[in-house]
């Protein structure tokens, strides 16, 4: 079955460590997303991929980086840099249209230790 | 991009019973989407109406929206436990799109055995 799965669903920082969180996709979308939801609410956007090798800031971008070497990949590290990220991480894909829905997958929960 | 805002925030009704959730927004979209997360959970798309209709129905739900008013309503009829979750909508807007969505912070529904 085709689907975006996320790795590992529960993760763990210690102060100062940069940690990569990993999203593949087998749905052969052009398009990849990636979110944070903290607590009650919404989903906010950290960076998205509209094409391979290419990738965009969203809203929130300071302390993540990403890369977007392969269509089916989209792995998103949370750098020391990041001083709040304890969060819920969630990955998304669409074709490349506007009026397309996304498709996401399970998340992983990020924690400082 | 602005959020949409759902009402209202928190929402708990019997078996059975008819629940309406509600999203505004502020500024022309190409189309709304709405969205279903249980706890713990990625998002799972339900519905997506464009900007030039004005009522889409799937199974026991029914979604309307008034672009004059800048609103939506989601209607879940004959409630089963299993609609417990959170709903979000999720907006595209005019001109936009390359960036996608953009979330409101949730109807968070409960339905009572």
């Known amino acids: 079955d085709g689907g975006i799965t996320q790795s590992p669903k529960y993760l763990f920082r210690k102060e100062g460590q940069n940690v990569t969180l990993s999203c593949e996709q087998n749905l052969n979308h052009d398009a990849m997303y990636w979110y944070r939801q903290d607590p009650g609410q919404g989903l906010r956007l950290i960076y998205y991929s509209q094409i391979v090798n290419d990738f965009q800031k969203g809203d929130i971008a300071e302390g993540y980086s990403v890369s977007r070497e392969k269509k089916e990949s989209f792995p998103l590290t949370v750098t020391s840099a990041q001083k709040n990220p304890t969060a819920f991480y969630l990955c998304?894909?669409?074709?490349?249209?506007?009026?397309?829905?996304?498709?996401f997958g399970d998340g992983t929960r990020l924690s400082i230790l | 991009s602005q959020q949409g805002e759902e009402d209202p925030q928190a929402l708990s009704i019997q078996e059975g019973e008819n629940a309406t959730m509600n999203c505004s927004y502020k500024?022309?979209?190409?189309?709304l989407q709405w969205y279903r997360q249980n706890s713990g959970r990625g998002l799972v798309h339900l519905i997506l109406i464009r900007s030039n209709e004005r009522e889409k129905h799937s199974g026991r739900l029914r979604v309307t929206l008034d672009t004059s008013k800048k609103s939506s309503s989601l209607l879940i009829t004959a409630s089963r436990a299993a609609d417990t979750a959170s709903y979000f909508c999720?907006?595209?807007?005019?001109?936009?799109?390359?960036?996608?969505?953009?979330f409101g912070k949730g109807t968070h529904l409960i339905i009572q055995p």
């Open positions: 999720a907006l595209m807007y005019s001109g936009g799109g390359a960036d996608g969505l953009t």
């Open positions: 500024t022309s979209i190409n189309n």
């Open positions: 998304a894909s669409s074709i490349q249209n506007s009026n397309q829905p996304q498709h």
